[in-house]
T-cell receptor, first 115, second 114 residues
Framework: AQSVTQLDSHVSVSEGTPVLLRCNYS??????LFWYVQHPNKGLQLLLK??????LVKGINGFEAEFKKSETSFHLTKPSAHMSDAAEYFC?????????????FGSGTRLSIRP | DSGVTQTPKHLITATGQRVTLRCSPR?????VYWYQQSLDQGLQFLIQ???????AKGNILERFSAQQFPDLHSELNLSSLELGDSALYFC?????????????FGSGTRLTVV
């Protein structure tokens, strides 16, 4: 069985400061992990993915995430927030090549950026 | 533009009615996935089609059905609509029959049932 927990429903940071969005997962298998971003009234866009290659994954728009097996975490970070980063972020876990019905989306973290 | 096209963008209809949502996948993608996003339930997987065949089923109600046509576009049919069916409905696509390398999502159809 798999599950994913996004530890914060809302994170607010000032523009230019670091961003940390936390995600913990549980999986019976070596998981595939993803982060998606959803801007208001838009579809979800893939930010980055981990599929058992390098544990530090770089994504688009300066985001990166580190897979830590010992901590069952896959936190999303960015060194310096930009106003355009304000959006909803979803952490996703699946077993590699598993059925779509077994792909689990987190409940989302809303990121707000203060000027 | 992600390459996944969903129409219509907005739909307002009355309870008891039937609607059809349409999705064209990104060029070259053979799989289409339908998701429902609501405030209380989050993102829920409904159904997947791969090259015209149903491949996986999630929490899809019996009042809902879908199909994928030979040109790979897909339609999601929602019937006997209830107020609780109001939600954003997303279509996503992928090349293979699994989403191991991630999905490409459309911008969604916002359904309001009144």
């Amino acid at each position: 069985a798999q599950s994913v927990t996004q530890l914060d429903s809302h994170v607010s940071v000032s523009e230019g400061t670091p961003v940390l969005l936390r995600c913990n997962y549980s999986s019976s298998y070596s998981p595939s992990l993803f982060w998606y971003v959803q801007h208001p009234n838009k579809g979800l866009q893939l930010l980055l993915k981990y599929t058992s290659a390098a544990t530090l994954v770089k994504g688009i728009n300066g985001f990166e995430a580190e897979f830590k097996k010992s901590e069952t975490s896959f936190h999303l970070t960015k060194p310096s927030a930009h106003m355009s980063d304000a959006a909803e972020y979803f952490c996703v876990v699946s077993a590699p090549y598993s059925s779509a019905s077994k792909i689990i989306f987190g409940s989302g973290t809303r990121l707000s950026i203060r000027p | 533009d992600s390459g996944v096209t969903q129409t219509p963008k907005h739909l307002i209809t009355a309870t008891g009615q039937r609607v059809t949502l349409r999705c064209s996948p990104r060029s070259g993608d053979l799989s289409v996935y339908w998701y429902q996003q609501s405030l209380d339930q989050g993102l829920q997987f409904l159904i997947q089609y791969y090259n015209g065949e149903e491949r996986a089923k999630g929490n899809i109600l019996e009042r809902f059905s879908a199909q994928q046509f030979p040109d790979l576009h897909s339609e999601l049919n929602l019937s006997s609509l209830e107020l609780g069916d109001s939600a954003l409905y997303f279509c996503a696509s992928s090349v293979g029959d699994n989403a191991n390398y991630g999905y490409t999502f459309g911008s969604g159809t916002r359904l309001t049932v009144v």
